[in-house]
Structures are given as structure tokens and as C-alpha cells.
């Protein structure tokens, strides 16, 4: 099986034409092809002469050669763009402006390196696990882990902080990507039945509660230890519970019992003692949608249960209560409404959004155009429908 996700491109669009069309940055595949005369004869604001001209770095590799014009731009956006080997760095947020002018895409590549100070050089992902391609740049670590654990059909828990990283890996196995990213990240892995857990390496993994019964599937956002233990003891004999914990995100599935305690006991940063249940209440009335909030949807078998938030209280409803139609994976329906656990983010809109570009990569005839808008860094295919302009525009 391939998974292929790529920086820079939203994939879903179906059969949607890909005209110039402005893209999410998380997600890309290969650059599309443009005219030759529309490289970088945009209309720009910034003159591309004046940028201070980035010394080109010698490389191994052939053309076509690759201009690059940045005027305030996304480094790592642009490295990962220019990466021709696997890649696996820790990231940040640094800006840039120059203009490389280099033989190949591996030198355009290595001398953006170097003025970035990045010591890179090619990894190898060993595994056997399904394979991926992958373009991430300056994206959180969960969210990779989140992408190879449905690649490994496994869970992967990750307590503590994780660096951002930049990523390029073609047709890498899952398993390997995340054996790399524990090393660079200084984690050990534990495998636990079906959950991978990546601990600091002077952490030992914590002893399971001795309990058994049915496998659950958790899936938990910005919630308390106390909003997930209610929801798993409303749906099932859960055994332990804690009341107070910072609030934390989690998504397990079909795990035993025992590993998902241990594994929220390590996420939550506390202890879950037996028999201890935390104060819900029932919502009477009932408020609006607009004032509540999915914290935790939680299943076993055919059964479901969701914890709902509105102003620091919480109930704790299941697919039978009155006004509710039903609790998926991650929403629940109700007879007037629904409430997503993650509630969706605002799309960028049409060309009112775009503000400026902050950088043009053409390789070739092919021409990359990276927008800056109010939502973040969008890039298109072909030259940028504003000008190339250093900093924002009001």
C-alpha cells in the first residue's frame, strides 16, 4: 500500500482542475509545469536585481538551472521545495531574503543550506512498514506521528514536547521515518501491544494497571484527565480515574484498557488512582451549540460516548439521550446541529486573501509561487497573482 502526502497541495479536491490554483503549505507534490516566458517576468514589487545574491555553493547533479527570489520568505518552506535527497531536520520559523542563481537544484538546495547554517545531509528510513512520501516543512512532530500511525495502523504517544521538523522522504517506510525522528528528537521507543510510545531515553516506561476488558478507541482534544476518565467510565468498567490534569490531546484506537490508562496517565503528566470519579453534571437546560464544546469521544464496539464542555462545567452524553442522532469518530449529530471535535479551520478564501508573495522558485520552465495571506503561507503553481513585496501589506 502507498500513502503518498505531499507539502504544499491539498489532495482532496477530486478531479478539480489545478490551474494555478492557491494551495494549503502543508501539503505539495511535484511542481507543475509553466510556460517558459511567465517564469519570473511577474510583475514584482521588489526589484529581484536589488536582493543580495546568495554565493552558489557547488553540488553533485545536473540541470535545469534554478532561480530563487525571496523577499522575507518562509526558509524552510523554500529548503524543503529545493531538497532533491530524504531529509529529516529539526525546523523554525527564520525568514529570508536573496536570490539564488545556481546550475542544479541540488546547488540551489546546498546554498540555501548555507546561509541557513543547516548541516544536512542525506538520511536513510530502514523499515519495513508501508511507505510514504513526505514534504513537511516546519511542522509539529505530532503531526507526523499522526500521519505514521495511521500509515502503521498503529498508536504512537508522545508525552512531553516535540520539536518541529522539516522532512522530505520518498517512499520511506513508516516505521523508519518514526526510528529516525526518536533519534533526532533524543526518544527510546517501547512497543506495547498495538502503542509505540517515545519516551525520553533516561525514562523508563511506567507499569500498566492490572485490569482487563473490551478494546476502546479515544480520541481526545484540548481535554482534562478528568473529561476523558468520565467519558470512558460512562461507556465502559473503567477502572481508574483522575479528576485534574493541564489539558492535553490524545488519539488511541483499539487499545486494551490498561495500555490506554497508561498511556493518559503519561500524556496527562498524573497518577490514576482506583475508584476515583470526577463531578459531570447534566446540562438543564441544555445550551446552545455555539456554547459547547467536544472534548473527548470515546467507543467500544457498537457503543459511543461523548463529553461536551460549556462554560468550565461537563456532561457526559451517549448515543441514547435525548436530541442527540448520533456520536462519530469525531462529532457528534444532534436533531439541530453538530459539533466536530476539532472544529474546522477557516479556508483561505479567493484572491482577497492573498497579500503577497514572498518568494519564486523557478527550476527550469517550472515556476513556484509562494503567497503570503492572512491564514499563512499558500503556495500556487506558476507566477504569483501579486507582487513580490518584503514584509506585510496592509
Not at 486494551?256 to 447534566?282: D, F, S, W
Not at 467536544?294 to 451517549?318: C, F, H, M, P, Q
Amino acid at each position: 500500500m502507498r500513502l503518498v502526502l505531499a507539502l504544499l497541495l491539498v489532495a482532496a479536491c477530486g478531479g478539480k482542475k489545478r490551474e494555478q490554483q492557491a494551495r494549503e503549505p502543508a501539503r505539495g507534490d511535484a511542481i507543475a509545469q509553466a510556460p517558459a516566458d511567465a517564469a519570473i517576468d511577474a510583475v514584482v514589487a521588489v526589484d529581484v536585481a536589488q536582493l543580495p545574491v546568495w554565493p552558489t555553493v557547488e553540488a553533485p547533479g545536473d540541470g535545469p538551472p534554478v532561480e530563487v527570489h525571496a523577499a522575507d520568505a518562509p526558509a524552510r518552506r523554500l529548503l524543503v521545495a529545493l531538497a532533491t535527497d530524504n531529509l529529516l531536520v529539526r525546523s523554525d520559523d527564520r525568514r529570508v531574503t536573496g536570490r539564488i542563481s545556481a546550475p542544479s537544484r541540488a546547488a540551489a538546495f546546498a546554498t540555501l543550506a548555507k546561509q541557513l547554517g543547516v548541516a544536512v545531509k542525506p538520511v536513510a528510513f530502514s523499515g519495513q512498514g508501508t511507505k510514504l512520501d513526505l514534504q513537511l516543512a516546519a511542522t509539529p512532530a505530532e503531526e507526523l506521528l499522526q500521519v505514521l500511525g495511521t500509515a502503521g495502523n498503529v498508536n504512537i504517544v508522545a508525552p512531553g514536547a516535540l520539536p518541529r521538523i522539516d522532512i522530505v522522504a520518498r517512499q520511506a517506510p513508516w516505521d523508519g521515518v518514526l526510528a529516525e525522528l526518536a533519534v533526532l528528537a533524543g526518544r527510546k521507543i517501547h512497543i506495547q501491544d498495538n502503542v509505540y510510545y517515545l519516551l525520553p531515553k533516561n525514562q523508563a516506561l511506567p507499569p500498566a494497571p492490572p485490569f482487563t476488558g473490551e478494546r476502546v478507541t479515544i480520541n481526545a482534544h484540548d481535554a482534562t484527565i478528568g473529561q476523558v476518565t468520565a467519558t470512558l467510565q460512562h461507556l465502559t468498567g473503567f477502572a481508574v480515574g483522575g479528576c485534574n490534569s493541564g489539558r492535553f490531546s490524545i488519539h488511541l484506537r483499539d487499545v486494551k484498557p490498561a495500555e490506554a490508562a497508561r498511556a493518559l496517565a503519561l500524556v496527562a503528566k498524573v497518577k490514576l488512582p482506583p475508584g476515583v470519579k470526577c463531578p459531570t453534571m447534566a446540562f438543564d437546560p441544555m445550551p446552545p451549540l455555539s456554547a459547547l464544546r467536544v472534548r473527548v469521544i470515546a467507543s467500544k464496539g457498537d457503543e459511543a460516548a461523548a463529553a461536551l464542555e460549556a462554560n468550565g462545567a461537563t456532561e457526559v452524553i451517549g448515543r441514547k439521550e435525548p436530541g442527540v442522532k448520533q456520536i462519530g469518530p469525531d462529532v457528534v449529530t444532534f436533531d439541530h446541529g453538530e459539533l466536530r471535535l476539532v472544529p474546522s479551520r477557516q479556508q483561505p478564501g479567493g484572491a482577497a486573501d492573498l497579500r503577497r508573495a514572498s518568494a519564486r522558485i523557478a527550476i527550469g520552465s517550472d515556476v513556484q509561487s509562494f503567497v503570503e495571506t492572512d491564514q499563512g503561507t499558500r503556495v500556487i503553481d506558476g507566477p504569483a497573482p501579486v507582487p513580490l513585496r518584503r514584509g506585510d501589506v496592509n
